[in-house]
Protein backbone atom coordinates (compact mmCIF):
# COMPACT_ATOMS: atom_id res chain seq x y z
CA UNK A 1 0.00 0.00 0.00
CA UNK A 2 0.84 3.63 -0.28
CA UNK A 3 0.26 7.46 0.60
CA UNK A 4 -0.24 10.20 -1.34
CA UNK A 5 -1.54 13.58 -1.54
CA UNK A 6 -2.21 16.05 -4.64
CA UNK A 7 -2.46 19.37 -3.09
CA UNK A 8 -3.46 22.40 -6.29
CA UNK A 9 -4.46 25.76 -6.14
CA UNK A 10 -4.40 28.44 -8.64
CA UNK A 11 -0.11 28.77 -7.82
CA UNK A 12 0.45 25.33 -8.68
CA UNK A 13 0.50 21.58 -7.54
CA UNK A 14 2.28 19.91 -5.00
CA UNK A 15 2.79 16.25 -4.76
CA UNK A 16 4.32 13.63 -2.33
CA UNK A 17 4.22 10.03 -2.01
CA UNK A 18 5.82 7.52 0.45
CA UNK A 19 8.36 4.69 -0.60
CA UNK A 20 6.71 1.56 1.12
CA UNK A 21 5.92 -1.17 -1.65
CA UNK A 22 4.46 -4.66 0.08
CA UNK A 23 5.58 -7.57 -1.98
CA UNK A 24 3.13 -10.24 -0.74
CA UNK A 25 1.81 -9.76 2.54
CA UNK A 26 4.54 -9.20 5.15
CA UNK A 27 7.79 -8.15 3.53
CA UNK A 28 7.86 -4.60 2.64
CA UNK A 29 10.86 -1.89 1.24
CA UNK A 30 10.94 1.52 1.01
CA UNK A 31 12.35 2.42 -2.10
CA UNK A 32 9.66 2.18 -4.16
CA UNK A 33 9.75 5.46 -6.88
CA UNK A 34 6.28 6.45 -7.49
CA UNK A 35 6.54 10.29 -8.94
CA UNK A 36 7.89 10.92 -12.28
CA UNK A 37 8.17 14.01 -14.27
CA UNK A 38 6.02 12.67 -17.38
CA UNK A 39 7.72 15.44 -19.67
CA UNK A 40 11.21 16.83 -19.48
CA UNK A 41 10.11 20.57 -20.79
CA UNK A 42 6.39 20.87 -19.91
CA UNK A 43 5.08 21.34 -16.44
CA UNK A 44 3.19 17.52 -16.15
CA UNK A 45 3.96 15.10 -13.58
CA UNK A 46 2.52 11.38 -12.96
CA UNK A 47 1.95 9.69 -10.31
CA UNK A 48 1.31 5.81 -9.48
CA UNK A 49 -0.07 3.72 -6.79
CA UNK A 50 -1.83 0.67 -6.25
CA UNK A 51 0.07 -2.52 -8.43
CA UNK A 52 3.57 -0.94 -9.25
CA UNK A 53 3.19 -2.69 -12.82
CA UNK A 54 0.72 -3.31 -15.78
CA UNK A 55 0.38 -7.27 -16.25
CA UNK A 56 4.27 -7.16 -14.76
CA UNK A 57 5.24 -4.49 -17.08
CA UNK A 58 6.34 -1.70 -14.41
CA UNK A 59 4.85 1.57 -14.63
CA UNK A 60 8.63 2.89 -14.38
CA UNK A 61 9.50 2.24 -17.66
CA UNK A 62 6.10 2.98 -19.69
CA UNK A 63 6.14 6.54 -18.01
CA UNK A 64 10.11 6.86 -19.63
CA UNK A 65 9.89 5.40 -22.37
CA UNK A 66 6.27 7.75 -23.38
CA UNK A 67 8.23 10.64 -21.69
CA UNK A 68 10.64 9.43 -24.52
CA UNK A 69 8.64 9.42 -27.20
CA UNK A 70 7.15 12.71 -26.39
CA UNK A 71 10.32 14.34 -26.14
CA UNK A 72 9.79 18.36 -26.78
CA UNK A 73 5.91 17.60 -27.55
CA UNK A 74 3.87 19.91 -25.80
CA UNK A 75 -0.19 19.73 -25.70
CA UNK A 76 -2.84 22.02 -25.43
CA UNK A 77 -4.65 20.65 -22.13
CA UNK A 78 -4.00 17.99 -19.61
CA UNK A 79 -6.08 15.29 -20.89
CA UNK A 80 -4.36 15.08 -23.87
CA UNK A 81 -1.25 14.13 -22.37
CA UNK A 82 -3.50 10.97 -20.19
CA UNK A 83 -5.24 10.27 -23.82
CA UNK A 84 -1.45 10.10 -25.50
CA UNK A 85 -0.63 7.85 -22.37
CA UNK A 86 -3.21 5.40 -23.26
CA UNK A 87 -2.88 5.21 -26.82
CA UNK A 88 0.62 4.64 -25.98
CA UNK A 89 0.05 2.07 -24.05
CA UNK A 90 -2.21 0.21 -26.18
CA UNK A 91 0.07 0.94 -29.40
CA UNK A 92 2.87 -0.79 -27.79
CA UNK A 93 1.04 -4.51 -27.77
CA UNK A 94 5.09 -5.73 -27.35
CA UNK A 95 5.15 -4.73 -23.86
CA UNK A 96 1.92 -6.93 -23.43
CA UNK A 97 2.82 -10.92 -24.83
CA UNK A 98 -0.18 -13.25 -25.64
CA UNK A 99 1.31 -15.26 -23.06
CA UNK A 100 1.33 -12.72 -20.54
CA UNK A 101 -2.08 -11.44 -21.61
CA UNK A 102 -3.85 -15.30 -21.22
CA UNK A 103 -2.01 -15.52 -17.64
CA UNK A 104 -3.87 -12.19 -16.53
CA UNK A 105 -6.87 -13.68 -17.75
CA UNK A 106 -6.43 -16.92 -16.21
CA UNK A 107 -5.65 -15.44 -13.03
CA UNK A 108 -8.61 -13.04 -12.98
CA UNK A 109 -11.21 -15.87 -14.11
CA UNK A 110 -9.72 -18.40 -11.32
CA UNK A 111 -9.73 -15.94 -8.57
CA UNK A 112 -13.65 -15.56 -9.35
CA UNK A 113 -14.26 -18.94 -9.64
CA UNK A 114 -12.99 -19.37 -6.70
CA UNK A 115 -14.94 -16.88 -5.13
CA UNK A 116 -18.09 -18.65 -6.39
CA UNK A 117 -17.24 -22.26 -4.98
CA UNK A 118 -16.74 -20.10 -1.97
CA UNK A 119 -20.27 -18.56 -1.97
CA UNK A 120 -21.66 -21.93 -2.46
CA UNK A 121 -19.65 -24.12 0.47
CA UNK A 122 -21.35 -20.98 2.12
CA UNK A 123 -24.74 -22.14 1.49
CA UNK A 124 -24.15 -26.01 1.31
CA UNK A 125 -22.33 -25.64 5.28
CA UNK A 126 -25.17 -25.00 7.45
CA UNK A 127 -27.75 -27.60 5.54
CA UNK A 128 -24.20 -30.55 6.46
CA UNK A 129 -24.18 -29.14 10.09
CA UNK A 130 -28.06 -29.61 10.45
CA UNK A 131 -28.65 -32.99 8.55
CA UNK A 132 -24.96 -34.49 8.59
CA UNK A 133 -25.31 -34.61 4.40
CA UNK A 134 -26.86 -32.93 1.32
CA UNK A 135 -28.28 -34.46 -2.07
CA UNK A 136 -26.94 -34.39 -4.99
CA UNK A 137 -29.88 -32.29 -6.19
CA UNK A 138 -29.95 -29.68 -3.48
CA UNK A 139 -26.29 -29.36 -4.31
CA UNK A 140 -27.05 -28.55 -8.10
CA UNK A 141 -30.02 -26.56 -7.17
CA UNK A 142 -27.73 -24.24 -4.38
CA UNK A 143 -24.82 -24.03 -7.63
CA UNK A 144 -27.41 -22.71 -10.12
CA UNK A 145 -28.58 -20.13 -7.72
CA UNK A 146 -25.31 -19.15 -6.91
CA UNK A 147 -24.14 -18.86 -10.67
CA UNK A 148 -27.13 -17.11 -11.69
CA UNK A 149 -26.66 -14.65 -9.06
CA UNK A 150 -23.49 -13.60 -9.87
CA UNK A 151 -24.17 -13.74 -13.72
CA UNK A 152 -27.08 -11.22 -13.61
CA UNK A 153 -24.92 -9.07 -11.23
CA UNK A 154 -22.17 -9.25 -13.92
CA UNK A 155 -24.05 -8.77 -16.65
CA UNK A 156 -25.93 -5.02 -15.63
CA UNK A 157 -22.52 -3.54 -16.00
CA UNK A 158 -21.51 -1.31 -18.37
CA UNK A 159 -18.98 -1.83 -21.40
CA UNK A 160 -15.73 -0.44 -20.54
CA UNK A 161 -15.22 2.39 -22.53
CA UNK A 162 -13.62 1.56 -25.59
CA UNK A 163 -15.08 -1.93 -25.51
CA UNK A 164 -17.90 -3.31 -27.67
CA UNK A 165 -20.33 -6.22 -27.73
CA UNK A 166 -18.89 -7.08 -31.19
CA UNK A 167 -15.45 -7.26 -29.87
CA UNK A 168 -16.97 -9.25 -26.07
CA UNK A 169 -18.40 -11.70 -28.45
CA UNK A 170 -15.11 -12.40 -30.13
CA UNK A 171 -13.09 -12.42 -26.54
CA UNK A 172 -15.40 -15.49 -25.50
CA UNK A 173 -15.05 -17.37 -28.57
CA UNK A 174 -11.26 -16.65 -28.56
CA UNK A 175 -11.12 -18.00 -24.94
CA UNK A 176 -13.46 -20.89 -24.90
CA UNK A 177 -10.82 -23.60 -24.01
CA UNK A 178 -9.77 -21.32 -21.48
CA UNK A 179 -12.89 -20.58 -19.43
CA UNK A 180 -13.06 -24.58 -20.08
CA UNK A 181 -9.71 -25.88 -18.47
CA UNK A 182 -10.52 -23.45 -15.27
CA UNK A 183 -13.87 -23.78 -14.72
CA UNK A 184 -13.42 -28.01 -14.42
CA UNK A 185 -9.86 -26.82 -12.30
CA UNK A 186 -11.51 -25.35 -9.84
CA UNK A 187 -15.59 -26.90 -9.82
CA UNK A 188 -13.59 -30.36 -10.41
CA UNK A 189 -16.43 -32.64 -9.10
CA UNK A 190 -19.62 -30.66 -9.58
CA UNK A 191 -21.19 -30.97 -13.16
CA UNK A 192 -23.20 -27.58 -14.32
CA UNK A 193 -25.37 -27.73 -16.48
CA UNK A 194 -25.25 -27.18 -20.06
CA UNK A 195 -27.16 -23.38 -19.34
CA UNK A 196 -24.56 -23.08 -16.26
CA UNK A 197 -21.87 -23.23 -18.51
CA UNK A 198 -23.15 -20.74 -20.64
CA UNK A 199 -23.70 -18.48 -17.80
CA UNK A 200 -19.98 -19.17 -16.23
CA UNK A 201 -18.27 -18.67 -19.64
CA UNK A 202 -20.31 -15.39 -19.80
CA UNK A 203 -18.96 -14.57 -16.24
CA UNK A 204 -15.88 -15.50 -17.62
CA UNK A 205 -16.17 -12.50 -20.44
CA UNK A 206 -17.56 -9.99 -18.26
CA UNK A 207 -15.17 -9.75 -16.06
CA UNK A 208 -12.85 -8.16 -19.05
CA UNK A 209 -15.25 -6.34 -20.87
CA UNK A 210 -17.48 -4.53 -18.46
CA UNK A 211 -16.97 -2.21 -15.54
CA UNK A 212 -15.78 -4.84 -13.00
CA UNK A 213 -12.12 -3.90 -11.23
CA UNK A 214 -10.17 -6.18 -8.87
CA UNK A 215 -8.06 -5.34 -6.28
CA UNK A 216 -4.72 -5.57 -7.96
CA UNK A 217 -5.29 -2.51 -11.03
CA UNK A 218 -3.06 0.59 -10.78
CA UNK A 219 -3.86 3.80 -9.94
CA UNK A 220 -2.60 6.67 -12.19
CA UNK A 221 -2.38 10.55 -11.25
CA UNK A 222 -1.71 12.81 -13.97
CA UNK A 223 -1.23 16.28 -12.77
CA UNK A 224 0.05 19.76 -14.12
CA UNK A 225 -0.76 22.37 -17.16
CA UNK A 226 -1.68 22.00 -20.63
CA UNK A 227 0.53 24.69 -22.92
CA UNK A 228 -2.99 26.76 -23.15
CA UNK A 229 -4.09 26.40 -19.53
CA UNK A 230 -2.81 28.77 -16.53
CA UNK A 231 -4.47 27.05 -13.85
CA UNK A 232 -3.80 23.37 -12.86
CA UNK A 233 -5.64 20.13 -12.84
CA UNK A 234 -5.66 16.49 -12.08
CA UNK A 235 -6.73 13.59 -13.69
CA UNK A 236 -6.78 9.87 -11.91
CA UNK A 237 -7.35 6.42 -13.78
CA UNK A 238 -7.36 3.11 -12.69
CA UNK A 239 -6.00 0.50 -15.08
CA UNK A 240 -6.26 -3.31 -15.03
CA UNK A 241 -4.67 -4.92 -18.33
CA UNK A 242 -4.46 -5.11 -21.59
CA UNK A 243 -6.56 -7.43 -23.97
CA UNK A 244 -5.67 -8.10 -27.93
CA UNK A 245 -4.34 -4.15 -27.48
CA UNK A 246 -7.38 -2.13 -25.63
CA UNK A 247 -6.54 -1.08 -22.36
CA UNK A 248 -9.27 -1.98 -19.52
CA UNK A 249 -9.20 1.18 -17.68
CA UNK A 250 -11.65 3.78 -15.65
CA UNK A 251 -11.27 7.90 -14.67
CA UNK A 252 -12.07 8.12 -11.31
CA UNK A 253 -14.17 11.23 -11.61
CA UNK A 254 -14.12 11.62 -7.97
CA UNK A 255 -10.26 12.27 -8.06
CA UNK A 256 -10.22 14.70 -10.99
CA UNK A 257 -10.12 18.43 -11.01
CA UNK A 258 -10.00 21.60 -12.55
CA UNK A 259 -9.00 24.29 -10.85
CA UNK A 260 -10.48 27.51 -10.99
CA UNK A 261 -9.59 31.19 -9.95
CA UNK A 262 -9.52 31.27 -6.32
CA UNK A 263 -9.82 27.54 -6.23
CA UNK A 264 -7.85 25.40 -4.80
CA UNK A 265 -8.04 20.80 -3.88
CA UNK A 266 -6.37 18.77 -1.53
CA UNK A 267 -6.76 14.97 -2.67
CA UNK A 268 -5.48 12.11 -1.28
CA UNK A 269 -4.85 8.26 -2.85
CA UNK A 270 -4.74 4.73 -1.52
CA UNK A 271 -4.60 4.97 2.66
CA UNK A 272 -6.02 8.12 2.87
CA UNK A 273 -7.79 8.07 6.48
CA UNK A 274 -5.66 10.23 8.06
CA UNK A 275 -5.72 12.89 5.42
CA UNK A 276 -9.29 12.80 5.71
CA UNK A 277 -9.08 12.81 9.35
CA UNK A 278 -7.05 16.01 9.45
CA UNK A 279 -9.42 17.65 6.94
CA UNK A 280 -12.75 16.29 8.75
CA UNK A 281 -11.92 16.63 12.64
CA UNK A 282 -12.85 13.11 12.81
CA UNK A 283 -11.55 9.18 11.30
CA UNK A 284 -14.43 8.45 8.89
CA UNK A 285 -14.14 4.92 10.40
CA UNK A 286 -15.48 7.05 13.54
CA UNK A 287 -18.16 8.94 11.41
CA UNK A 288 -19.16 5.10 9.57
CA UNK A 289 -19.79 3.54 13.47
CA UNK A 290 -21.67 6.27 14.51
CA UNK A 291 -24.26 6.42 11.76
CA UNK A 292 -24.52 2.60 11.57
CA UNK A 293 -25.06 2.27 15.39
CA UNK A 294 -27.34 5.41 15.52
CA UNK A 295 -29.75 4.10 12.71
CA UNK A 296 -29.57 0.46 14.36
CA UNK A 297 -30.75 2.49 17.38
CA UNK A 298 -33.84 4.23 16.51
CA UNK A 299 -35.14 1.87 14.17
CA UNK A 300 -35.29 -0.73 17.24
CA UNK A 301 -37.10 2.00 19.86
CA UNK A 302 -40.24 1.37 18.40
CA UNK A 303 -39.95 -2.31 18.50
CA UNK A 304 -39.01 -1.55 22.42
CA UNK A 305 -42.47 -0.50 22.91
CA UNK A 306 -45.25 -3.24 24.37
CA UNK A 307 -48.62 -2.96 22.52
CA UNK A 308 -49.74 -3.41 26.05
CA UNK A 309 -47.88 -0.44 27.21
CA UNK A 310 -50.33 1.96 24.54
CA UNK A 311 -53.52 0.35 25.80
CA UNK A 312 -56.15 3.28 26.32
CA UNK A 313 -54.60 5.82 23.52
CA UNK A 314 -56.66 7.06 21.30
CA UNK A 315 -54.28 6.16 17.81
CA UNK A 316 -54.16 2.67 17.43
CA UNK A 317 -50.34 1.18 18.60
CA UNK A 318 -49.42 0.48 15.34
CA UNK A 319 -49.72 4.25 14.41
CA UNK A 320 -48.09 5.42 17.06
CA UNK A 321 -45.56 3.11 16.10
CA UNK A 322 -45.18 4.39 12.67
CA UNK A 323 -45.36 7.54 13.95
CA UNK A 324 -42.45 7.47 16.24
CA UNK A 325 -40.20 5.90 13.77
CA UNK A 326 -40.92 9.01 11.41
CA UNK A 327 -40.24 11.37 13.94
CA UNK A 328 -36.91 9.53 14.71
CA UNK A 329 -35.96 9.25 11.40
CA UNK A 330 -36.27 12.88 10.91
CA UNK A 331 -34.19 13.94 14.11
CA UNK A 332 -31.62 10.97 12.92
CA UNK A 333 -31.59 12.58 9.42
CA UNK A 334 -31.26 16.41 10.66
CA UNK A 335 -28.25 15.18 13.03
CA UNK A 336 -26.55 14.37 10.55
CA UNK A 337 -26.77 17.47 8.32
CA UNK A 338 -25.96 19.26 11.78
CA UNK A 339 -22.84 17.23 12.40
CA UNK A 340 -21.95 17.68 8.23
CA UNK A 341 -22.34 21.45 8.65
CA UNK A 342 -19.96 21.27 11.08
CA UNK A 343 -17.36 19.47 10.17
CA UNK A 344 -17.57 22.00 6.87
CA UNK A 345 -17.85 25.00 8.42
CA UNK A 346 -15.37 24.46 11.77
CA UNK A 347 -13.02 21.90 9.52
CA UNK A 348 -12.84 21.89 6.23
CA UNK A 349 -13.00 25.26 5.48
CA UNK A 350 -10.58 26.62 7.65
CA UNK A 351 -8.09 24.42 5.78
CA UNK A 352 -9.45 25.45 2.16
CA UNK A 353 -9.20 28.64 3.05
CA UNK A 354 -5.73 28.91 3.75
CA UNK A 355 -5.07 26.27 1.03
CA UNK A 356 -6.53 28.83 -1.49
CA UNK A 357 -3.24 31.44 -1.14
CA UNK A 358 -0.73 28.87 -0.03
CA UNK A 359 2.55 29.50 -2.13
CA UNK A 360 4.22 27.11 -3.55
CA UNK A 361 6.62 25.76 -0.91
CA UNK A 362 3.99 26.03 1.27
CA UNK A 363 2.06 23.61 -0.87
CA UNK A 364 4.62 21.26 -0.94
CA UNK A 365 5.24 20.96 2.91
CA UNK A 366 1.89 20.19 3.24
CA UNK A 367 1.88 17.56 1.21
CA UNK A 368 4.68 15.80 2.70
CA UNK A 369 2.94 16.47 6.23
CA UNK A 370 -0.11 14.77 5.36
CA UNK A 371 2.32 11.77 3.94
CA UNK A 372 4.24 11.43 6.66
CA UNK A 373 0.84 11.79 9.58
CA UNK A 374 -0.31 8.85 8.18
CA UNK A 375 3.16 6.63 8.21
CA UNK A 376 3.43 7.90 11.63
CA UNK A 377 -0.30 6.67 12.77
CA UNK A 378 1.21 3.06 10.62
CA UNK A 379 4.36 2.74 12.55
CA UNK A 380 2.49 3.71 15.96
CA UNK A 381 0.05 1.44 15.77
CA UNK A 382 0.22 -2.79 15.68
CA UNK A 383 -0.44 -3.18 11.77
CA UNK A 384 2.15 -3.80 9.06
CA UNK A 385 3.90 -0.07 8.38
CA UNK A 386 2.74 0.07 4.86
CA UNK A 387 3.65 3.27 4.66
CA UNK A 388 6.56 4.91 5.38
CA UNK A 389 10.52 5.81 4.08
CA UNK A 390 11.73 9.23 2.54
CA UNK A 391 8.93 10.93 1.05
CA UNK A 392 9.46 12.49 -2.61
CA UNK A 393 7.80 15.79 -2.94
CA UNK A 394 7.52 17.70 -6.04
CA UNK A 395 5.88 21.16 -6.97
CA UNK A 396 4.72 21.95 -10.54
CA UNK A 397 4.05 25.31 -11.96
CA UNK A 398 3.26 26.93 -15.00
CA UNK A 399 6.61 29.25 -15.26
CA UNK A 400 8.96 26.38 -13.55
CA UNK A 401 7.59 23.18 -14.46
CA UNK A 402 8.17 20.27 -12.47
CA UNK A 403 10.77 21.22 -9.09
CA UNK A 404 11.42 18.43 -7.22
CA UNK A 405 11.59 19.52 -3.64
CA UNK A 406 12.44 16.03 -1.59
CA UNK A 407 14.10 13.53 -4.37
CA UNK A 408 15.27 10.08 -3.58
CA UNK A 409 17.97 8.24 -5.53
CA UNK A 410 18.98 4.88 -5.62
CA UNK A 411 22.15 5.26 -6.36
CA UNK A 412 25.13 7.86 -5.36
CA UNK A 413 24.74 11.06 -7.21
CA UNK A 414 28.15 11.44 -6.94
CA UNK A 415 29.38 8.86 -8.83
CA UNK A 416 26.72 9.55 -11.17
CA UNK A 417 27.27 12.34 -13.30
CA UNK A 418 26.84 10.75 -16.08
CA UNK A 419 23.34 10.63 -15.72
CA UNK A 420 22.85 14.05 -14.93
CA UNK A 421 24.57 15.10 -17.89
CA UNK A 422 22.59 12.54 -20.05
CA UNK A 423 18.95 13.31 -18.72
CA UNK A 424 18.47 16.14 -21.09
CA UNK A 425 20.71 14.77 -23.79
CA UNK A 426 19.01 15.46 -27.31
CA UNK A 427 16.66 18.44 -25.49
CA UNK A 428 17.32 21.61 -25.87
CA UNK A 429 16.95 23.35 -22.24
CA UNK A 430 16.38 26.69 -23.79
CA UNK A 431 12.83 25.77 -25.47
Request: a negative charge.
Amino acid sequence: MTSEVVIANANGVALAADSAVTIGNQKIYNSALKVFALSKTEPVGIMIYGNAGLMDVPWETLVKTYRKKLGTTKYDTLEEYGDGLLDYICDHGSYFTDASQTNWIASNIRGYYTLIRGKLFERIHPILQANGEIKDDETSQLFEEVITSHHAELKEKELVKGFSSTFEKTFRKKHVSLFKSISDEVFQNLKPKKSLVAKLYDIATFLHTRQIFSQNTSGIVITGFGDKEIYPSILTYEMEGVIEGKLKYRILEDKCTKIQSGGCSITPFAQDDMVSSFMNGVNPAVINLIETYLQQLFVRIPELIKDDDLEGSKLPSKKIKEDLNAHTTSLLTDFFKQLGDHIKDQHVNPVMNMVTVLPKDELASMAEALVNLTAFKRRMTNTLETVGGPVDVAVISKGDGLVWVKRKHYFPENLNQHFFRNYFRGVDNEQ
